[in-house]
């Protein structure tokens, strides 16, 4: 079992404390001394950028990585309040315009403090491409039947591999990055920071529950069987998450996507503050409400239409189209 321990935050419970003193535990690619891994990016040659967002601060592209498609995602990280100070003192000054009380610069902060998230996808298929293309988004409709009909034989033949979930699952990958782990094969889960979240404040805090079960794609397979599985998930995820950051479950949105990128159920804890791609409601169901309607109805997900935004290219969209659902 990994570490169930956790305790990396000590002393008061009050979020704001522990996240101010919050450190992420494990930099692969770099040590204490500043080491760095070599550049495979040096030789990337873009494409295309595939979306761009001043808000988010992020951009999307795609190109080649030696020969080989790929999608490099660069991302500005939120500014850290415990590396103010040394941001401050550490910086280059450069003054833009001053007016009467007003002024602003270009502030330059210590190497060390202006890191980028970077996300490599290499090789990446059409599917990934897609995934990260801006693109006009329409409202499904899909009810029990459509399901069986339409959704699950095209995601037989067309989802995204999730071998990166048995990786994980097999200890082959991000083992030391796991935060919690039931091993149960029936009732079990590994809990671990998504691959979105850089782990250096907890205002961005995101991680997955990743169940043992390989046989329960999403949403639509759970019955009122998975409860034990769901309310085990719910209760030791949000324990571990207390224990390791410090963050209560007053202050967590748990929730599961539909229709999820990769079919092996899987579900999200994210910060409460945090407004994440993802978590509307046309996409998030909320777990506390899915073990309600599962209780209520042990065939809930079996028999419900389920509302989801497909994208104008997504072949799924398609068969709805060609199934007359559209
Ligand atoms: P989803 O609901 O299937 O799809 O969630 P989404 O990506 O459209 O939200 C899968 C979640 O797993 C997402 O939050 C991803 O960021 C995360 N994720 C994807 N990959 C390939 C990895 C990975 O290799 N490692 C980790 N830790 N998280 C990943």
Same mark, same amino acid.
């Given at each position: ?33 500043? #080491? ?6 040096? &030789? ?8 761009? !967002?001043?808000?988010?601060? %992020? ?11 790929? $999608? ?9 309040? +415990? ?27 210590? &190497? ?24 006009? !988004? ?55 920071? +998504? ?24 949403? #639509? +397979?759970? %019955? ?15 324990? &571990? ?12 949105? $748990? ?14 804890? %994210?910060?409460?503050?945090?407004? $994440? ?10 777990? &506390? ?14 028999? #419900? ?22």
């Amino acid at each position: 079992m990994a570490d169930a321990t956790l305790g990396s935050a000590v002393g008061s419970d009050e979020p704001s404390a522990k996240a101010k003193r919050f450190r992420s535990d494990h930099k692969a690619g770099q040590d204490g001394e500043g #080491r760095t891994d070599r550049n495979i990016l040096a &030789a990337f040659k873009t494409t295309t950028v595939l979306r761009d !967002s001043a808000l988010e601060k %992020t951009i999307f592209i795609h190109g080649k990585l030696a020969d080989r498609e790929a $999608v490099v995602i660069l991302e500005k990280t939120p500014i850290r309040e +415990d590396t103010l100070a040394e941001m401050l003192s550490g910086a280059k000054l450069k003054l833009e315009m001053q007016n009467d009380i007003y002024s602003t610069y270009q502030l330059q902060p210590p &190497a060390h403090l202006n890191e980028m998230k970077t996300t490599v996808i290499c090789p990446a298929t059409e599917k990934h491409v897609k995934k990260y293309q801006i693109q006009e !988004s329409f409202l499904v409709e899909e009810s029990g039947e459509d399901y069986l009909s339409i959704t699950l034989p095209y995601i037989q033949e067309q989802s995204f591999s999730v071998q990166w979930v048995h990786n994980i699952l097999e200890k082959k990958a991000e083992v030391e990055r796991i935060v919690y782990e039931d091993p149960d094969p029936g009732v079990g889960f590994v809990l671990l920071p +998504d691959f979105k979240w850089d782990q250096k404040q907890l205002d961005d805090l995101y991680l997955i529950a990743i169940v043992h079960q390989r046989d329960i794609k999403s949403l #639509r +397979d759970l %019955t009122a069987d998975h409860l034990p599985l769901l309310q085990n998930i719910s209760r030791k995820g949000m324990e &571990a998450i207390l224990q390791r950051y410090g963050l209560p479950a007053s202050k967590l949105r $748990v929730y599961l996507h539909y229709q999820p990128s990769y079919y092996h159920l899987h579900i999200h804890f %994210t910060a409460l503050a945090f407004d $994440v791609r993802g978590c509307s409601v046309e996409r998030a169901h909320l777990l &506390a409400d899915v073990i309600q309607n599962l209780q209520s109805d042990p065939g809930f997900y079996k028999t #419900r239409t389920l509302c989801f935004p497909l994208r104008a290219d997504d072949g799924l969209l398609s068969k709805f189209k060609k199934a007359g659902k559209l």
